[in-house]
């Protein structure tokens, strides 16, 4: 049986955290958090996602009783009327523990958990996650500041505020299906001038942001970034 109540979070400054809500009103506690909700507004198998607002009983060592409350929840677009993916719980976490020698992870934090605590409550959210079909990750630093966060950065403002039009059309006409070619190239195939140019460029951006054009974006976004229709 598990033991959960609702709860209404307190975001607080701090020396180290930053604070805020991302253009959702989804708040944040952290810049690593920040970073995360930027993956997830790009993201467009995402359908919604909010702060998890409930309180999760766990016991520790010593079966003192004690409450733990995930980050966020995140749930899917369904495919064809079908949940092709689950509802997931995600608590995000830095890298670093408390002994680590860089100079960051120095700094105070507000997380004094231990790598024992972590996994006790970390436990308890899976269980219970598992009782209402819905999934538990632990998404590290490491797998949330790549690359890939850069690119999803730049790009979700074309997705979120850009528009296609009839240019857009004529971008996909200029390739070639199986055809890669440099981005850059195909900035200067469209426009014949430096103005034609640079009016095409957001639409390119505009097109990998909603997958019309596909680049790899676990590496940095560049002219010279090959580009080219869906597989």
């Not at 708040?27 to 919604?48: A, I, K, P, Q």
């Not at 004690?66 to 495919?79: G, L, N």
């Not at 004094?112 to 998404?139: H, I, M, T, Y």
Request: aromatic residues 8%; hydrophobic residues 35%.
């Amino acid at each position: 049986m598990h033991s959960v109540r609702m709860v209404t979070r307190k975001i607080q400054g701090s020396p180290v955290n930053v604070t805020g809500v991302d253009p959702y009103d989804v708040e944040y506690e952290s810049h690593l958090e920040e970073c995360f909700l930027d993956l997830v507004r790009f993201d467009h198998r995402v359908d919604d996602f909010h702060r998890w607002e409930e309180e999760i009983v766990w016991y520790d060592d010593n079966k003192k009783r004690r409450t733990y409350t995930p980050d966020f929840i995140i749930r899917y677009k369904k495919v064809d009327g079908k949940t092709v993916l689950k509802t997931e719980v995600i608590e995000v976490k830095p890298d670093f523990d408390e002994d680590d020698p860089r100079p960051v992870a120095r700094l105070p934090r507000k997380d004094k958990e231990s790598p024992r605590e972590n996994e006790l409550k970390w436990q308890a959210a899976d269980r219970l996650c598992k009782s209402r079909g819905l999934r538990f990750l632990v998404k590290r630093e490491s797998e949330i500041c790549t690359p890939y966060l850069n690119n999803a950065r730049f790009l979700v403002a074309y997705l979120e505020r850009g528009r296609d039009d009839s240019r857009s059309e004529a971008i996909l006409a200029a390739l070639e299906p199986g055809v890669r070619i440099p981005m850059g190239d195909l900035v200067a195939r469209l426009g014949k001038n430096p103005d034609e140019r640079l009016a095409y460029r957001p639409l390119v951006y505009r097109l990998i942001a909603t997958r019309r054009l596909e680049v790899d974006l676990t590496q940095v976004l560049k002219d010279s970034s090959l580009i080219g229709l869906p597989r």
